[in-house]
């Protein structure tokens, strides 16, 4: 168990060594992609490690799934009450007081309530194991959070387009879109020359037909609309 520091946004720019652990490109940019508070909350922990430069503990110890999206870090470490993440603290496998090191292998994040209600004692392999389904849970949340703000961004702009669908069903190219997209999706269902030009033809005929009947705009516009809702649903029932 160990102690957080006083706080991630102030300790100052500490020196290190890489060490011969390689580590690419991708995650060098993913650390620097952190916020200042983070990079340097990252630094401390490093400090204790000599086999690890900041971004290789950051490497070793964040879930790789949250690396490249810096909010998703600082939201994973500092904590969303309104996402059910806990604020969490570095927790040592072996405590210091009982000659514990810094290194990333001797601990893990965890709540950080739980992690300083343990005192001086070494972490359980049973507590070892909860920390880690926290996280993973933890994760899981994360991820869906982002997941479902896209979801709610593609269903509004849906319902953007159906808005333009119901014009575009009023303008003249709309029966000739349709009745080429008929057309062929007819055709596309039979083998021989003679039967895709007579079944096309038909399909295609009736596409246009409809779609310049009073009915075929507001059916455009209320498909399109139908998938915005679609999603919004999934969403909300989620």
Not at 190 to 213: C, E, P
Request: aromatic share 10%.
């Amino acid at each position: 168990m160990t102690h957080s520091p006083p706080s991630r946004g102030v300790f100052s720019r500490v020196s290190f060594t890489f060490s011969s652990l390689s580590y690419s490109s991708a995650t060098a940019d993913n650390f620097h992609s952190l916020p200042t508070g983070l990079k340097n909350y990252f630094r401390h922990l490093a400090a204790g490690d000599p086999d690890r430069s900041a971004v290789q503990f950051f490497s070793d110890t964040v879930p790789v799934d949250l690396q490249k999206h810096p909010d998703l870090v600082d939201k994973y470490l500092n904590g969303d009450a309104d996402l059910g993440v806990s604020d969490k603290d570095w927790s040592h496998d072996v405590s210091r007081d009982n000659g514990g090191s810094d290194s990333a292998d001797n601990g893990r994040f965890e709540d950080l309530s739980k992690n300083r209600s343990r005192g001086a004692d070494n972490t359980t392999s049973d507590e070892q194991a909860e920390a880690e389904t926290q996280s993973a849970e933890d994760v899981e949340t994360l991820l869906d959070s982002v997941k479902e703000v896209a979801d709610l961004v593609v269903a509004a702009e849906l319902f953007e387009f159906a808005g333009s669908a119901l014009e575009f069903g009023l303008d003249c190219f709309a029966p000739v879109v349709g009745g080429v997209w008929a057309a062929k999706a007819a055709s596309d269902q039979f083998t021989s020359t003679q039967d895709k030009l007579g079944y096309g033809s038909l399909a295609g005929g009736a596409a246009v037909a409809y779609l310049v009947s009073p009915l075929g705009a507001p059916t455009v516009a209320c498909y399109v609309g139908y998938k915005g809702l679609k999603k919004l649903h999934n969403w909300v029932t989620k």
